[in-house]
C-alpha cells in the first residue's frame, strides 16, 4: 500500500488516500494507474495516475466510459511489435505526457489539424516526433511541430493556422474541436493506453486502435461519396455496412466518432450526402 495526497479536479476536495501499490508494481510499471471508486475521497470516482516513485502525476474525472468494437485488421494494418528504444521510448511518452496532452494530439490528428506542440525538452524531441509519427503511420497523416516556448512567443502569427498545445493547456483552437466534454472515444482509447502496464502491448493497442478507426472512417467516407438524394445514408445503414464488411458490432457512440471523423477527416462535406434526412442529421449530431 502507497499513502498519496490527492486533490479532486472536480470537487478540489484534499486529503490522503492509501492505494494498492506494492514494490513489484512499482518497479515493473512506468505509470500506474488506478481507478479510485467514489466516495473514498470525496461524491467523485477518480482516475490517479502514479510515476515510477509513486508520486502523482495527474487526477482524471471519469466523465467518459465507451465501448471500444473489437475488430482484428487484417495484413500490415495489424501491429504486433514495438519499434527499438532507440527509435522512440513509449515509457518516456508516458511519463511526460499527462492525459489530457495525449487526448488532445488525438483528436488534433482524427481532425487534420496542424499541430504545435510547445515542448522544452528537446532530448526527447527524437522520441517524441517519431512516436506520433509512428503511431499514425499508414493510417491518418499529421503535421506537427515541436517547438519551445520563446518560438511561439516570437512568433504567434506562424502559428496561426494550428492547435497550438502546451503543458495540459490548450493555447489555441480556432475550429474549437477541444471541448473536453465532447472526447469520451479519445479519452477511453488513451486511458486504455495509459492503463495498459506492459509498455509493448500498450503501444500495440494504441497504435491498431488508430488504424481501426482510419479503415471505419474511410469505408464511411467512400460510402457517403457514393449515396445520392435519392438514397437516405443513415445510422443503420452505415452500421448494416461496416458489420458486413467487417463483421464488427459499432455502439452508436462510436459511430457517431467515426461520422464526424470522416466528415472532417475526408473532407466529405456535401450536405445531401451526411443529412439526407432529418432522421439522420438529428443522429449526427447527438
Known sequence: MASVFLVCPECNKKGFIDLPVDEKNKN?????????????????????????NLKVRECVIPDFKVELPELALKG???????????????????????????????????????????????????????????ITRDSFEIDLNIIHKEEYKNNKSEFKNCVVLEDNNVLRDDNKILDPKKLKVEKQIIKNFLATSDVEYSYIMLKNEINKAYELCKTIADTAIQFSKAKELNQQIITEILTEKYRVNVPKAYLTFLCEIAKTYFEVEDERIF??????????SS
Open 28 to 52: 515493473e510499471r512506468g505509470i500506474l494507474a488506478i481507478d479510485l471508486e467514489a466516495n473514498l475521497l470525496c461524491p467523485h470516482s477518480i482516475i490517479v495516475y502514479l510515476d515510477n
Open 76 to 134: 500490415k494494418s495489424e501491429i504486433k511489435y514495438l519499434p527499438d528504444k532507440d527509435v522512440f521510448d513509449v515509457d518516456l511518452i508516458k511519463l511526460n505526457f499527462t492525459f489530457m496532452d495525449l487526448v488532445y494530439i488525438l483528436k488534433s490528428i482524427l481532425f487534420k489539424e496542424k499541430i504545435a506542440l510547445i515542448f522544452d525538452k528537446d532530448f526527447l524531441y527524437k522520441h517524441v516526433y517519431n512516436f506520433f509519427k509512428d
Open 275 to 284: 443529412y439526407p434526412s432529418n432522421a439522420f442529421k438529428s443522429f449526427w
